[in-house]
């Protein structure tokens, strides 16, 4: 009897346990439910206003305080405002990284003229030995075989003797016959023009094997050279079978004088001659486009004009620029991505008479004459002297030529 209560009372108790614990789970999963799907409301910033916009059907958010800078930002005259202002900014930098560069080229060649011992010259024109500054250098281009072409040249316009001295003291004007050595150094060619030099002391010699496959070679010698030896306003590159009136280059020139960067010369822009064989064939006619393609604007090589910051430029920088075939588009290639002022003067490409004379006498002398179709003056040994009478500027022009 006994037995049997307690087994009664056991399975009761058990059967009690299993309805609470499913009460308690049932409990439990109706807590859980109400708990997750409660809905929270995030606080709102009391610092930050908040508006409404409706715009073309949507609903936008606008914080009061950044709705100005917005609508500034959407003005198509404001973005178009602030445009303009950055490119302004961008040329200006430009322009002033230029020239702390020309600058900093015009410092390194003034610390290589004090190493090779070359006067140097103050802002007022005048050297730091007492002696003034140069207006300008002529380098006269010339060979081995151009003896009777130099003494032309000496005959008609180019002063000798005392007249040359008094040329550099006076007037600030050095002129000079410029070439290099020959293939074989101290040959008979060289000796040549080492007892012509000791004659008439009107050459400069460079470290340049000649030939005329080399011209562009050459003239960075040259300009290199002359910024190292003389310092002067402008560079000037001619050949020795063009004719030149002395001051009126001079003339010329001086007006351009507070110009940083110009490279003055008569401009053109032949073609690109990509057949071999014929005269002034270009190599690297690929580089210059298609087929019946044109140079860029460059001077006629005859007679140029470049300024200090110019020939400083080449200097420092000669071993980089490359050399194209003809030496003045060379020259006209490495200004290309420079601030330069390209100065188109038709004086310096005139022809010969009848041309230089018409023009001498209605008061337009020119600066420079030769015939195109020699590219110099035709038979210019037997001419010079001629084209000198009827179209120079004068014996006494050079002297009371005030620059």
Known sequence: ?????RGFDSTQRSMVSKKLTFLLCIGCF????????????????????????????SQNLVLDGCS????????????????????????????????????LAAAKAEQESIMN??????????ES?????YLMVVGINTAFSSRKRRDSVRATWMPQGDKKKQLEEEKGIIMRFVIG?????????????????????????????EGYLELSAKTKTYFATAVALWDADFYVKVDDDVHVNIATLGTTLVRHRSKPRVYVGCMKSGPVLAQKGVRYHEPEYWKFG????????HATGQLYAISK??????????????????????LGSWFIGLDVEHIDDRRLCCGTPPDCEWKAQAGNVCVASFDWSCSGVCKSVERMADVHQRCGEGEDALWTAVF
């Open 1 to 5: 009897m006994s037995l049997k209560s």
């Open 30 to 57: 109706c807590a859980g439910v109400l708990f997750t799907s409660k809905k929270w409301t995030v606080p709102e910033d009391r610092g930050i206003a908040r508006r409404t916009v409706i715009q073309n059907g």
């Open 68 to 103: 100005k800078k917005n609508d500034v930002k959407n003005d198509p005259r404001e973005i178009m405002k602030e445009v303009s202002k950055t490119h302004h900014a961008i040329q200006t930098l430009d322009k002033t990284i230029s020239n702390l560069e020309m600058e």
């Open 117 to 126: 011992g070359s006067p140097l010259s103050d802002s007022n024109g005048h």
């Open 129 to 133: 030995n007492g002696k003034r500054r």
């Open 181 to 209: 050595h020959s293939a074989m150094a101290g040959g008979i060619l060289d000796k040549a023009i080492e007892a012509e030099d000791k004659k008439h002391g009107d050459f400069l010699r460079l470290e340049h094997v």
């Open 290 to 297: 298609d087929d019946g393609n044109k140079y860029f604007r």
């Open 309 to 330: 910051d110019l020939a400083t430029y080449i200097s420092i920088n000669q071993h980089l620029l490359h050399k194209y075939a003809n030496e003045d588009v060379s």
